[in-house]
């Protein structure tokens, strides 16, 4: 028997950018689903790093996405939109979404939905999809990571550095990462990181230097960008490749394109959340095919920190930003 879906929900919003304080309640009209979507009863909700940008005003949703904050759900189909796969509905399921996580109910794409396997909690199957996506598609796609190379990720105890450390190791990689401070070092070693140094205390290019044996790295996954990216070039292995996906250092770099020539090093970089449903959905297909087989036989699971009810939305912002958190942030909706 069909489920009866509410006429409104909850959603967690704010009237103007600011402090994680800025976040209230509020009640919505539970959206329809169009052509190709379907509507989940969200059960968890992913908490991002670009959920606080956005938040904060720096990162507004693109062209048609709900304005309510949240990248990841997971939950139950309770509803279809024209041509989606009928086998959907009822089926628990987390997806990668544009936006309106933090919400009682959420419009998802039906190929960006992945199946939730029996063992695997739904708080975990929330917080898989946008790690896991951005991690493929910049380590091993516009990465061209593979076996036997070495990886440099900064900030390994968060959600993206988790992952890639954990993709990393089942993929064939060394793993190095940095963290603030030796507790999250132990954190990252213990996640499976071949080596963790602790930015606070070292020098992660003399540290990479060593441990590579003066090689350096294949590959950087870089969230810091500023004056990160010249000192990530001097840990690169020559036809090394740099990867950014956050600018959290600041936007501008300075770089000796000498240097670039020389080494024939790449840069390059991509943000997710803008592309095209069409190439999300191929990337959630290539996903299927190589990472999810991991994911139903318990070799992936994130590494998670804690759940925060959705009325707490605020409070969940308050522990990303306060930067102790080791794994991923959720919000318990239903």
Known sequence: ????????????????????????????????????????????????????????????PPPGASPIPGLEVSGTVVALGEGADPALLGQPVCALVSGGGYAQYCLAQAEHCMPVPPDLPLDQAAALPETLFTVWHNVFERGWASEGETLLVHGGTSGIGSMAIMLGKLFGLTV???????????AALAIGADHAIDYKTQDFVEEVARFTGGKGVELVLDMVAGDYVMRNLKCLADDGRHVTIAVQGGL?????????????????????RPRSNQFKALLAQEIAQLVWPLVEGGKLRPVMDQAFPLAEAGAAHARMEAGGHVGKIVLEVG
């Open 1 to 60: 028997m069909a489920e009866t879906i509410p006429e409104t929900m909850t959603a967690m919003g704010f009237d103007a950018p600011g402090g994680p304080e800025v976040f209230r309640a509020e009640a919505l009209p539970v959206p329809h689903p169009g052509a190709g979507e379907v509507l989940v009863r969200v059960a968890f909700a992913g908490v991002n790093r670009p959920d606080v940008i956005q938040r904060q005003g720096f990162y507004p």
């Open 176 to 186: 190095i990462v940095t963290c603030g401070g030796a507790e999250k070092c132990r």
């Open 252 to 272: 501008q770099a300075t770089i000796n394109m000498a240097e670039v020539m020389r080494r024939r090093l790449t840069l390059t970089g991509s943000t997710l």
